[in-house]
């Protein structure tokens, strides 16, 4: 998927660098522009009225961004932030319109795109709906070394780019202290470590175990 949009619309629009936790703005309404991620990564937040920060989605270089709010010609409710510098392409609106007539098969990669977005944000509700705090921080960590793990030397798999207590908590709807209290105990029975900031997995099967068996009463 990334490979496409990099290969097709890797040469559209204007590249601007943005800085870690910089805001990427999306309020244009018609859109304006729809956008490809040349490097760095960016998350998907939204606030509740109490301020408080939801994080979506993660998204890396070759992902684009923007295009449902061009589709749906509406206002674009979720923030996006750089979680690293970040270079990113403003592709205007009439030049990806030209780049769809003229490679259709970028829809289908949209397609793709939109649905494993959707996958994302839909397996989040459930894990709301029925995981207990560990299920869900478990899951989480599945889910970021699926989206965003490489592999180490030592064959483990670490998921590749910094990350708080308070953003896994955010990731979650859960409280920091609960968080860390979990990821404490994960590292002590040696499920996980933290290299740096970055979250190496040691044991994956002992954490599936734990994301499929962990249900009960919602709690944060």
């Given at each position: 998927m990334d490979r496409l949009f990099l290969?097709?619309?890797?040469?559209?629009?204007?590249?601007?660098?943005?800085e870690t936790n910089e805001i990427i703005h999306l309020d244009q309404i018609p859109p304006e522009s729809v956008y490809l991620i040349h490097e760095g990564k960016v998350k998907h937040l939204v606030y509740d009225e109490n301020g408080e920060e939801k994080t979506l989605l993660i998204l890396k270089k070759g992902d684009i961004f923007?295009?449902?709010?061009?589709f749906q010609q509406d206002i674009n409710a979720v923030v996006t932030q750089a979680i690293s510098p970040c270079q990113i392409a403003s592709i205007p609106v009439a030049e990806f319109e030209r780049m769809l007539k003229e490679h259709p098969e970028l829809y289908a990669e949209i397609v793709r795109l939109v649905t494993y977005k959707m996958r994302i944000v839909m397996s989040q509700v459930k894990d709301m709906a029925f995981q207990t705090v560990e299920g869900r921080l478990a899951n989480l960590l599945l889910r970021l070394a699926d989206q965003q793990g490489v592999q180490t030397e030592m064959g483990y798999v670490m998921i590749d780019f910094d990350?708080?207590?308070?953003?896994?908590?955010?990731?979650?709807a859960a409280y920091r202290s609960t968080v860390s209290r979990i990821m404490g105990r994960l590292c002590k029975h040696r499920v996980i470590e933290v290299v740096n900031k970055r979250i190496v997995i040691l044991d994956y099967l002992g954490l599936q175990q734990m994301a499929n068996s962990d249900c009960g009463n919602r709690q944060r």
């Amino acid at each position: 998927m990334d490979r496409l949009f990099l290969e097709l619309l890797g040469d559209c629009g204007v590249l601007r660098t943005y800085e870690t936790n910089e805001i990427i703005h999306l309020d244009q309404i018609p859109p304006e522009s729809v956008y490809l991620i040349h490097e760095g990564k960016v998350k998907h937040l939204v606030y509740d009225e109490n301020g408080e920060e939801k994080t979506l989605l993660i998204l890396k270089k070759g992902d684009i961004f923007g295009e449902v709010t061009y589709f749906q010609q509406d206002i674009n409710a979720v923030v996006t932030q750089a979680i690293s510098p970040c270079q990113i392409a403003s592709i205007p609106v009439a030049e990806f319109e030209r780049m769809l007539k003229e490679h259709p098969e970028l829809y289908a990669e949209i397609v793709r795109l939109v649905t494993y977005k959707m996958r994302i944000v839909m397996s989040q509700v459930k894990d709301m709906a029925f995981q207990t705090v560990e299920g869900r921080l478990a899951n989480l960590l599945l889910r970021l070394a699926d989206q965003q793990g490489v592999q180490t030397e030592m064959g483990y798999v670490m998921i590749d780019f910094d990350v708080t207590h308070q953003e896994l908590a955010n990731m979650i709807a859960a409280y920091r202290s609960t968080v860390s209290r979990i990821m404490g105990r994960l590292c002590k029975h040696r499920v996980i470590e933290v290299v740096n900031k970055r979250i190496v997995i040691l044991d994956y099967l002992g954490l599936q175990q734990m994301a499929n068996s962990d249900c009960g009463n919602r709690q944060r």
